[in-house]
């Protein structure tokens, strides 16, 4: 080969590699493009607040947002609008990828029913056993004259006389009026400090006393919130004897704190 064909070679080749590097680069430059693209379409967005929404209105918004909603529970007795959603998770501005399922928990329209159990003549142990079995809350514990004590005289549901067998729906509140006795012996107040507001009641009716006022501080925001807090503070504190249907104000909080001071009375009800 001369050095007039090696000249040639030498330049066709550096113009081979020359185009090679163009490609190359635009190459790499489309790849860098095209993973941005991809980066953001998978980019996190912040999840909206569902809360107090009606459950078309947030089906709607989740899906503007490539999002999908699924109800995994619904509350009967929960105040606010028939078909709202009252709890979501993750929560609200929580970090989310397009396509995440959002789990909602919505007011109910319809009540599920069940029948009121034979509570006449139990002790408040086998009452309540019976009352939470067939998806029932304790409400208030009054007394009345009765050869016995202790044990369940009536039932009261939204002020009125119930007996057993009627239908009524899941999640009703009965109030329990108890005999008494003139030898019938005062009970102890109960520690209620870190239990729920449901706890603390059954805590409560246990001792067969009431839980009076209810204070809720700045953590609690909304229906959930209540449902969780736990109780920081009460009165009487615990020990100091009552009389039965006596009342225990309690203060909750999201927040508990093992150093609250108990005789601050500043937030007194």
């Not at 399922?101 to 142990?125: N, Q, R």
């Not at 016995?148 to 509140?173: H, M, Q, R």
Request: aromatic share 8%; charged share 25%; net charge negative.
């Amino acid at each position: 080969m001369g050095i007039r064909d090696s000249f040639l070679f030498n330049k066709l080749f550096l113009k081979n590699l020359a185009i090679a590097g163009v490609v190359g680069v635009v190459g790499l430059m489309l790849i860098f493009v095209w993973l941005g693209i991809y980066t953001n379409h998978g980019e996190a967005l912040s999840l909206p607040n569902f809360e107090g929404l009606d459950i078309r209105q947030a089906r709607e918004i989740a899906e503007e947002k490539g999002l999908k909603l699924e109800i995994i529970d619904s509350v009967y007795t929960a105040p606010g609008r028939r078909g709202s959603v009252i709890d979501q998770t993750p929560p609200k501005d929580f970090k989310v990828k397009e396509g995440r399922t959002i789990f909602v928990t919505i007011i109910s329209f319809f009540p599920e029913m069940t029948t009121l159990p034979k509570l006449s003549g139990l002790s408040m142990v086998q009452a309540r056993a019976d009352i939470l079995t067939n998806g029932l809350r304790i409400g208030r514990i009054s007394y009345e004259p009765w050869k016995y004590d202790n044990l369940v005289k009536k039932v009261v549901f939204n002020g009125e006389l119930i007996k057993e067998g009627d239908p009524i729906a899941k999640g009703s509140v009965l109030d329990l009026v108890l005999g008494e006795t003139d030898n019938l012996e005062n009970s102890l107040c109960p520690d209620l400090f870190g239990l729920t507001q449901n706890e603390a009641s059954f805590r409560a009716a246990e001792k067969m006393l009431n839980i009076g006022v209810e204070v809720y501080d700045k953590t609690v925001k909304n229906f959930m919130d209540s449902v969780n807090a736990r109780v920081i503070k009460q009165r009487p504190n615990d020990g100091v004897s009552m009389k039965p249907g006596d009342e225990i104000d309690i203060w909750l909080s999201l927040k508990v704190d093992t150093t609250y001071i108990e005789d601050d009375d500043s937030e007194s009800p």
